[in-house]
């Protein structure tokens, strides 16, 4: 159970956390954000699931969040692939922008649906159900505090296989004419999307780096990294940060990361996109404590 579970109006905000620190958070969501939609019985645990590292380094290290999630100072976080959100959902409650028996009654009664909707009181910057829309909204954000000369800074978590659609390669174009550095796309790269694997849909067999030679070619500054390596993710994006010159493409990191990661009885299986494991799948093993 994650300590800190949400009192909303009592919010903790704690300094950065060191790696270490960032890892044993990272284990403490993935155990909360398991426990609760196993027992509530939701599904898409497994896409959650491979997004929670990368939400526990922008939350806990990287963003500049604020007591009141509505501060105009505040980085912005849009997760687009809205429908692997629980993750989310427990940090929102670990920080306190999501009330606990909220969180806790997920699936059984509670305000918060499936996809991530709007609402911006609780932390959540944009409703993404329908893929595809989070990055141009992320986009809009970004350039509307180019516009208006502010400082915060907006992520934009997009799955690997939302990035089919073009709407997103039209705000890729956009943010690359507009120089919009304080835009940071990560992209979940479980190499899954739905009940299959991208080189069974669009993606060619063998390329690994499409996305990355794609996103390049647009003209975003573009790097690779392991989505689970809280290290890795921590040294890029912190890397960008130092650079402060101005007029620069916005930035993608593309994360490779395991649909399922943690429980393993769902690692990279198709499946499981939308399946809840059986107790005696559960018994196959976790990687966190
Ligand atoms: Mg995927």
């Known amino acids: 159970m994650v300590k800190n579970a949400g009192k909303r109006g009592k919010i903790k905000i704690s300094g950065k956390l060191t790696v270490k620190q960032l890892e044993k958070k990272a284990d403490d969501i993935r155990k909360n954000t398991v426990d609760i939609v196993v027992k509530n019985g939701a599904g898409h645990i497994a896409p959650s699931l491979s997004s929670v590292d990368i939400l526990t380094v922008l939350y806990y290290r990287i963003m500049n969040v604020k007591p ?77 505090a180019k516009l208006r000369n502010r400082k915060y800074r907006v992520y934009c978590i997009v799955g690997d296989g939302e990035m089919q659609e073009g709407s997103n390669w039209e705000a890729i174009q956009f943010a690359v004419k507009h ?22 849909i669009l993606t060619p067999k063998g390329r690994k780096d499409d996305l990355q030679k794609k996103m390049r070619g647009f003209g975003a500054e573009v790097k690779t990294c392991n989505g ?49 494991p059986t107790d005696k799948e559960l018994e196959t093993g976790k990687r966190y404590e």
């Open 68 to 144: 009141d999630a509505e501060e105009e100072k505040r980085d912005r976080l849009v997760f687009s692939k809205a429908h692997g959100c629980y993750g989310l959902y427990s940090i929102l409650a670990d920080k306190g922008y999501l009330k606990g028996k909220d969180w806790q009654s997920f699936y059984k009664g509670s305000f918060l649906s499936g996809c991530a909707e709007r609402s911006v009181k609780h932390g959540i910057e944009a409703g993404c159900g329908s893929l595809g829309h989070g990055l141009p909204i992320a986009t809009g954000m970004a350039f509307g």
């Open 179 to 200: 120089e919009l550095s304080n835009l940071t796309i990560i992209v979940d790269h479980n190499g899954l999307q739905a009940m299959d694997f991208l080189e069974e």
């Open 228 to 276: 689970h390596n809280i290290k890795d993710m921590v040294d890029n994006i912190e890397g960008w940060s130092r650079t402060k010159k101005r007029g620069r493409p916005p930035r993608a990191l593309i994360a490779n990361t395991i649909k399922g990661y943690g429980l393993k009885c769902m690692e990279n299986i198709p499946k499981f996109h939308f399946r809840i």
